[in-house]
């Protein structure tokens, strides 16, 4: 993936990493400004810009500023790059990216245009973020029955999905990680199950991109949605689809225009000719600054990848919430992660007994950090470019906490 990381001209290129030189993760921090303020624990929400994003970003405003859309060539140029890359990231052809505003439209686009019948089936689990629910409760009025295992907020149970899947199932959804819980999907038997059926997978997957390689050719999942303003560090409103060659003429083009057919630059001549990429289901325009934006952002992911391996983020990740867990159950959180280290993410769901969860993050907050709320819980998302000390702050918060609502051991007050 060497190729991707020409930058523009007139654009510098991001700080290089060298495995001899510096700590990788030291490294990383110092591209986050972010950092120099917040411990920043809300990833699977909004991830804040590395600071080569930021300058990519102000870049091609002023290129749009004085240059107009002279330089629209070179844009485009860098945006192709950036699909090549991507789909290097994946192990699929560059023919089976498209690039989408958000996962909610990668959804969609599925949904959408799948060829269904009346008494076909859906099957996905319970608690699903929105986003891979209403797509697929909004084909109940063309005959399509909605199938939801499990209960909200327990992890997949794959052998209950197995059961549910039947004949008629044509498609099963799911999130390679639970948005408020945090469970990681073992997606290869997902595929197994799905696939022995005759169903296809489609899998919402902005909670695990970037840091957790996915390999399509040894997990042949059918489609993937992902935006890239969480754990890819990257503006919202650019995201990545992935649609397997294979389905790509079954799988109807909802949304049509220019940029759906051969030779769409050619206003006046275009002929209704769908492309043979996956390219046919981005329709129009593109976000030219959010993908050039997202493009500089998985940079800094590609380089550690290419000098420590593919796994080397999501197990840099893993460290850090195992140490998080250990760290708050020490000052008295009820911590939620999976016992199975496979199962894991880079999401910490606890709860500080005595305290709601809005009334935790607040403090944390006044602190200098930043968590979220889901699920009846506080939840913590951490990255590769988080650190100890910042672990640390956060128990800190705990620990009063949970000594501000201890009981006075010379209270009158009856024990409950």
């Not at 948005?179 to 489609?202: F, K, M, P, Q, T």
């Not at 460290?319 to 999401?347: H, K, M, N, Q, Y």
């Amino acid at each position: 993936m060497s190729n991707v990381f020409r930058s523009p001209e007139g654009v510098a290129p991001p700080q290089s990493f060298d495995s001899r030189q510096h700590d990788p993760w030291q490294w990383w921090r110092q591209q986050m400004p972010v950092a120099a303020r917040w411990a920043y624990f809300d990833h699977a929400a909004v991830a804040p810009l590395p600071q080569p994003t930021v300058d990519r970003i102000a870049a091609f405003a002023s290129e749009a500023s004085s240059e107009g859309d002279t330089v629209w060539p070179q844009w485009a140029k860098e945006i192709e790059t950036f699909r090549h890359g991507v789909a290097a990231s994946l192990h699929a052809e560059v023919e089976e990216i498209a690039f989408v505003p958000n996962t909610t439209f990668g959804i969609n686009m599925i949904a959408e245009g799948w060829p269904w019948q009346p008494g076909d089936n859906v099957v996905i689990p319970a608690g699903e973020f929105p986003s891979n629910q209403f797509p697929w409760q909004n084909q109940q009025s063309r005959g399509v029955e909605l199938r939801v295992v499990g209960q909200p907020g327990e992890p997949v149970d794959l052998e209950a999905f197995a059961a549910a899947i039947d004949d008629h199932t044509r498609v099963v959804a799911a999130s390679w990680v639970g948005y408020a819980n945090g469970y990681r999907l073992d997606v290869d038997r997902l595929v197994e199950i799905a696939h022995a059926r005759g169903a296809v997978v489609c899998l919402d997957a902005i909670q695990g991109l970037g840091v957790f390689p996915l390999d399509v050719q040894q997990t042949p999942i059918d489609f993937l949605a992902a935006d890239g303003h969480k754990w890819m560090l990257g503006p919202e409103g650019a995201g990545v689809a992935f649609i397997r060659r294979t389905l790509l003429e079954k799988l109807r083009c909802s949304v049509v225009g220019w940029n759906s057919v051969k030779g769409g630059q050619h206003f006046g001549e275009a002929a209704f000719q769908l492309r043979d990429d996956a390219a046919r289901y981005e329709g129009g325009s593109a976000n030219t600054m959010g993908l050039l934006a997202m493009h500089r952002s998985l940079q800094i992911f590609w380089q550690l990848q290419e000098r420590l391996g593919r796994a080397a983020i999501g197990e840099r990740v893993l460290e850090l919430v195992a140490e998080a867990a250990e760290r708050l159950t020490a000052v008295g959180a009820r911590v939620a992660v999976p016992a199975d280290r496979r199962r894991r993410s880079g999401i910490v769901p606890f709860q500080v007994p005595g305290h709601p969860p809005a009334s935790v993050r607040t403090a944390c907050l006044e602190a200098g950090i930043v968590v979220s709320c889901r699920g009846g819980a506080v939840r913590a998302s951490l990255h590769a470019y988080n650190s100890l000390e910042e672990i640390d702050r956060l128990a800190d918060v705990v620990a009063a906490l949970v000594a501000s609502s201890a009981p006075d051991d010379t209270s009158s007050a009856r024990p409950r």
